[in-house]
Every structure is written in C-alpha cells, then in structure tokens.
C-alpha cells in the first residue's frame, strides 16, 4: 500500500486522509471495531463563547488593563492567589477544563473503540499533532507527543549515536536539565563541557563568542536551553544553530520556558532538535509536551521507547507510539492553543515583555541593578524575571524563608532557586 497518511498539504480530501489512516491502524495489525467519530467533541457552548469574546476583544483593547483582567478571568486560580510561578506548573483556563472533562467521558464510553479509531485517543494522536505542529512552525510529520521536556531531551540523548570521546557542549545555565547528558557521560564515556555564560548578558555576540571558542573537533552536540530558567536569559537559537550547522554539529534546544511565552517557530530557529513542555506556559493538561525532530533528522536518532519499531512507512511511529498513554488529556492542548491564538502569540509576547521591562525597572529602583540576574535588552529578555535582594549573595536560607512569607501571609506564589 501506498503511503497515504499525512497527506493533507497534498490536497487530499479530509475523508481520503481519515480513511487511509484507518488503513494505516489496520495494517500495523490494530483490530478495529465500530468506530469513535474522527472529529474531537465541540466544545461547550459557554467555552466557545469565552473563547469567541476573547478574540473580539483582543482585536481591540489588548493594551488595556481591562482585557487582561478579562484574560486571568478565564482561569480558575483563587481569587485571592497571585500566580508567579507558571514556569514550574501553568493553569489550565477553562475553556481547557471543559475539553478534559469531555474527553475522559467519551474515552470512557468506549475505550477500546477510542484507543485504536479516535483521531485525539489513539495512540497516534493525529488530531493532535495536527492542531500542534502549525502553531509551531513546523509538520505534523516533525511533531512527537511526549509528557514534558525532560522526557524529551532523553529521547535525543539516549538515542543519538555518540561514543566515548565525542563532546557535547553546554552551558552551565542548562542545569539541572543536564541529566540525560551526565548519564551519557558516566555510562559512555562522553565528554560533557560547560561554558559559563555572562551573567546578566548584554548582548548576542558575547554568547556566541563563548560558544564558538569552545568548539572542538570532537563537539558532535551543541545544546542549551531556549530561555534559561535561571535568569530567564532568551538564547540567541537561530544564530546558535547557524554556528552549529558552520561546523557540521547537531543541535538540541531545551525549550521547556518558550511555547506559550513567546512566539515560537521552530522551523525558523533552524534547529534539529527542541524538546518543550506545554503544561507551563502555554497552560495545557499536566503532563503535555512536543518534541520536534527536524525533517532528515530522524535518521541521526534511535528510539529509545518504541512500540511502532521498525515503521517502513512513517519513521515518526517509531518515536510516537510508545504504548498506552493519556490520550484523552492531550485533547486539552488543541483548546489551550485555540486560546492562544484567539488573543493572538505575538500580543502575548509583547505583555509578558512589557511586565518582565516593569518588574526589572521596579528591582533596579528598590535596590539596584547590581542585583539583577535577568538581561536588560529585549532581545534577550523573556517572562522570567532573577534577582536576589540579599547583600549575600550565596545566603541560602533567605530565599526559602522569603518564599514561605510571600506564600503564607501574601498568598503570591513565586519561584525561588539557589
């Protein structure tokens, strides 16, 4: 048979594409009986209104403080909670909620028929995908569901060729999303180098200086985060990867801070890998993220958890297919994205700037900027703001102590590091 599968971009009618998918299930020896509708539940009347206001509005006011209020009247935080730490967990807003709740009741309806006909349920999540990958930037082909970014990052770890020897090159702001590379280094026998960055940057050149001195013959792997969790510093990534491509190296982007936050195309970032958590700040389900394999990438990686291994047809089933997992609550991210793009990504980037430029003019007033952690220019600058307001610097019982007060008698939830 033909491959048929993912062939809208082709012209292919939607009943051409459901139908070859169906023969695709039955060929990878899926049994199907009955069948789930290939279309995901509407979502409730009270949820399309929500979201349809939402976009009325944002066309008109989003400058205005009213509309913001109207926004953070989408979700179901306490009143009383001031909410700073979506970085570790975001909230899910209610049009989200809605979905979940309908998805897990029709999953449950019928579970056999969802797992092996639904186009959300199955294991392939091909609505999903479908929904994910132009908000993005990239393919569907390009896009593997996974449960965050640190299983990500695993993935491209654990299953590029690297031997004893090979460098893979980091910066020591990557921490504590190392993990998978120390291990590589302990049980392979790699070379793992980290550069420290400046803190804060000031400029694009001086990062890339750092990082293009660094290179060796033996560099195989350029990796770093997108926005580095620590200061909250926006990595140049395009140029990053330009220097990586100059010197034949893979590149692989933790990007766990940046869907959501700001306007992500990955396509345009010209990486090879970039693994995301969309639970943070794009506010989908718990346990929700994307790994991106650039096209021609695929071939670099071994799959390291596979249930669709060998895949003749679609190398992305061997990444994808991973056995059963909580299909119904990936349906959340189509709605999580609907309410994105119903405010619009690049308006939700110039607000999250705009705070981020308020807050740091607030600390450099309240103290100084010597106490500042976070760059200044907006180019490099992101949503998270790092500061210690301690003449010690390496005092390390403050920050916990400031964080229980600010918790207890403040109720604003923040995020503190040490």
Known sequence: MEKQDR??????????????RRD?????????????????LPRSPEAQESLDLLKIR??????????????RAQFVLKPNITYMNTGTEGSMPRCVLSRLRSAFKEFAQNPWDAVVEHDCYCYFMWEIADTLAPFLGVTPEETIL???????????????????????????HFSPYDTAWKILRDRRNIVYTEIELPTPASSKEEILAGFESAITPQ???????????????????????????????????DGAHAPGMINVDLKQLGCDFYAGSLHKWL????????????????????PTVSEGYPSPHNRKLEFQIRG???????????????????????????RV??????????????????????????????????????????????????????????????????
């Open 146 to 172: 996974t449960t965050n970014t640190t299983e990500g990052m695993a993935f491209v770890a654990n299953g590029l060729e690297l031997n004893e020897g090979d460098e893979v090159l980091s910066s020591m």
């Open 324 to 350: 059963q997992q909580c299909t119904p609550a990936y349906t959340g991210l189509i709605d999580a994205i609907d309410f994105q793009n119903a405010i619009g990504k690049e308006k939700i980037e110039q």
């Open 353 to 418: 700037l705009s705070l981020s430029s308020y807050l740091k003019e607030k600390i450099i007033e309240t103290w100084s900027d010597a106490y500042l952690y976070s760059p200044l220019e907006e180019e490099l600058s992101t949503g998270l703001v790092s500061f210690n307001p301690f003449d010690d610097p390496y005092e390390n019982t403050n920050p916990s102590a400031v964080s229980r007060t600010l918790r207890d008698e403040y109720n604003t939830i923040i995020r503190y590091i040490w």
């Open 7 to 20: 062939t809208t971009q082709n012209g292919q009618s939607n009943s051409t594409v459901s139908s070859s």
């Open 283 to 302: 506010n989908g389900p718990p346990g929700t993220g994307v790994l991106y394999i650039r096209q021609g990438a695929q071939d670099l990686l071994w």
């Open 58 to 71: 944002a066309s008109k006011d989003f400058q205005n403080e009213l509309f913001w209020r109207f926004v």
């Open 219 to 253: 560099t195989k792997v350029l990796t770093f985060c997108h926005i580095n969790f620590s200061t909250g510093l926006r990595m140049p990534v395009e140029e990053l990867c330009e220097l990586a491509r100059a010197h034949n190296i893979i590149t692989v982007v």
């Open 24 to 40: 695709f299930i039955k060929l990878c020896s899926a049994a199907t009986v009955g069948g789930v509708s290939s279309l995901i």
